[in-house]
């Protein structure tokens, strides 16, 4: 069984910053590719950013020089920093990974749970 738990959600003013964090824990043997996504009230669910095992990342062009995202391999965990928020910001942001639980099982995508971001004045 494998969980990620997204945290660090809240409410924002207009310029300011969140650090998002994301725990995967359980059976867990290795991780590939990590990610962030976003859903807006009635829009469809976006990649925000992303993150290879290879370190490179890969940003929305809404986000870019805004967001960065990293991991930390010990501890299975992906991190979100996000500074000059913007109103449109304002979104439930889900983590997710590739992950085998085993050297002999395939990767499977599992996913947060969400933590919401709420950006206003």
């Known amino acids: 069984q494998v969980q990620l738990v997204e945290s660090g959600g809240g409410l924002v003013q207009p310029g300011g910053s969140l650090r998002l964090s994301c725990a995967a824990s359980?059976?867990?043997?290795?991780?590939?590719?990590m990610a962030w996504y976003r859903q807006a009230p009635g829009k469809q669910r976006e990649l925000v950013a992303d993150?290879?095992?290879?370190?490179?990342?890969n940003y929305a062009d809404s986000v870019k020089g805004r967001f960065t995202i990293s991991r930390d391999n010990a501890k299975n965990t992906l991190y979100l920093q996000m500074n000059r928020l913007l109103p449109e910001d304002t979104a439930v942001y889900y983590c997710?990974?590739?992950?085998?639980?085993?050297?002999?099982?395939?990767?499977?995508?599992?996913w947060g749970q969400g933590t919401q971001v709420t950006v206003s004045s």
């Open positions: 997710n990974a590739d992950i085998r639980s085993t050297l002999w099982s395939a990767y499977k995508r599992y």
């Open positions: 359980g059976s867990i043997f290795s991780i590939t590719a």
């Open positions: 993150i290879p095992n290879d370190g490179s990342t």
